[in-house]
């Protein structure tokens, strides 16, 4: 059974940091690639960070220099550093793992990120 768990998510100040953690299980996880979505209130849901099986990143515009997205393949672990944080990142996180020989695109059930101005 293929799982995805977030965790890390919380109300922080602007300005502030936090650490997104998504777990993994089910999946032959080093031939994944991975990334971080996020769906604002009444937005739709986007692409913030994205790392290739090989380790390439990619970021949306709004988080460059601010968001780091990494994954440790020993724990079966994607990561987001999110610093300087701003209002407009509040949304809920989703973790997304995708391979093309696995006919599903995976998703964790999401992590709140709430930021206070």
């Known amino acids: 059974q293929v799982q995805l768990v977030e965790s890390g998510g919380g109300l922080v100040q602007s300005g502030g940091s936090l650490r997104l953690s998504c777990a993994a299980s089910?999946?032959?996880?080093?031939?994944?690639?991975l990334g971080w979505y996020r769906q604002g209130p009444g937005k739709q849901r986007e692409l913030v960070a994205s790392i290739t099986s090989g380790f390439s990143t990619n970021y949306t515009d709004s988080v460059k220099g601010r968001f780091t997205i990494s994954r440790d393949n020993l724990k079966n672990t994607v990561y987001l550093q999110m610093n300087s944080l701003k209002p407009e990142d509040t949304a809920v996180y989703y973790c997304?793992?995708?391979?093309?020989?696995?006919?599903?695109?995976?998703w964790g059930q999401g992590t709140q990120v709430t930021v206070s101005s």
């Open positions: 089910g999946i032959i996880f080093h031939i994944y690639n």
């Open positions: 997304n793992a995708r391979w093309m020989g696995d006919l599903q695109s995976r």
